[in-house]
Each structure stands twice: as structure tokens, then as C-alpha cells.
């Protein structure tokens, strides 16, 4: 009678020796199941990783809308108050009601062209970095791919050793 370590996920079984009495068929069924099992095993991990990482970015897609929404609103109410007082506030400078036409446009082109232009130049740097931000985070399940291939390093290494026991010498 022989006695079998308990399958632990995420583990590999320790070799078999040339005398535990299990025939080579019993060792590649062995082999098959616990393949079986082990790709089984990176298929859940991989499924609850990507699930895990389409939440966040589901959730924060949303707070995202949310907030450009109402930064939008709030932006455009207040590029139109600076512009207003940059107006009011240069033709208060230049003389008030009395004010000579050439300051009523330069109050106009500086308060209603160069507001907006700055507020511009503001939003694109804010996106700018927030999506140099995002392409630096990949959606692909890194945890997943590396746990495979340490996995597939594992299987070669041990179906090497197999090899060698099993092969006359």
C-alpha cells in the first residue's frame, strides 16, 4: 500500500521513485490528471484576475463620466465669470464708460480669447496625463502568465525527470 501527499492546488506532486509499485500507465494518468487540474487551476486564476481588473476599470470609467461631467459644467461657468471680470476689469483700467473703442476690444480679446485659451491649455495637460497614466497600466493578467509559465517550466523539469526514471539503462 502506498501513500499519496494530498493535492495541494498551485503544487507539484514530488517525483515518484523507481520502486512506490505504480506501473507507468498509473504515473501518466497521474500526469494527465494533475495537468488537467493544474490548467484548470490558471484558467480560474486567469478568468478572477481579468474580472477583477474589468471591475476597476468599470468603476472608475463611471466616477470618470461623473466627474468630467460635472467639471465640464463647472469650467464653462467659470471661463465665462473670468472672462466677464477680465472684461469688466480692463475696461475699469482704461477708463470706465468713457473708455475708447481699441480698450472695450482688447478687454473683449483678453477676456473671452485668452480665458478660454488658458482653460484649454489646462484641460489638455489634465488629459494628457491622465492617459499617459492609463497606457501604462496593462489589462492583461500578469499574475495568470507568469504563474503558467513558471507551471509549464515546472511540468518540463518534471517530465524530464520521468524520462530518466523510466527509461532503461
Do not use: C
Not at 55 to 82: E, H, Q
Amino acid at each position: 500500500m502506498s501513500v499519496h501527499a494530498p493535492h495541494v492546488p498551485n503544487s507539484v506532486s514530488p517525483p515518484a521513485s523507481r520502486d512506490d509499485g505504480r506501473s507507468i500507465a498509473d504515473l501518466l494518468k497521474d500526469l494527465r490528471d494533475e495537468s488537467t487540474t493544474l490548467v484548470r487551476q490558471e484558467v480560474a486564476l486567469a478568468k478572477t484576475e481579468l474580472s477583477e481588473k474589468a471591475a476597476v476599470y468599470g468603476r472608475n470609467a463611471g466616477k470618470i463620466a461623473a466627474g468630467a461631467a460635472l467639471a465640464f459644467a463647472s469650467t464653462v461657468a467659470l471661463v465665462l465669470a473670468l472672462a466677464f471680470a477680465a472684461y469688466f476689469a480692463i475696461v475699469a483700467l482704461g477708463g470706465g464708460d468713457d473708455a475708447e473703442e481699441w480698450v472695450r476690444w482688447v478687454a473683449g480679446l483678453v477676456g473671452f480669447v485668452g480665458v478660454p485659451l488658458l482653460a484649454l491649455a489646462i484641460g489638455g495637460f489634465l488629459i494628457k496625463s491622465a492617459v499617459d497614466r492609463i497606457s501604462h497600466t496593462s489589462p492583461m493578467p500578469e499574475q495568470t502568465i507568469a504563474s503558467v509559465k513558471a507551471d509549464a517550466r515546472q511540468v518540463g523539469h518534471d517530465l524530464q525527470e520521468f524520462k530518466q526514471k523510466v527509461t532503461p539503462r
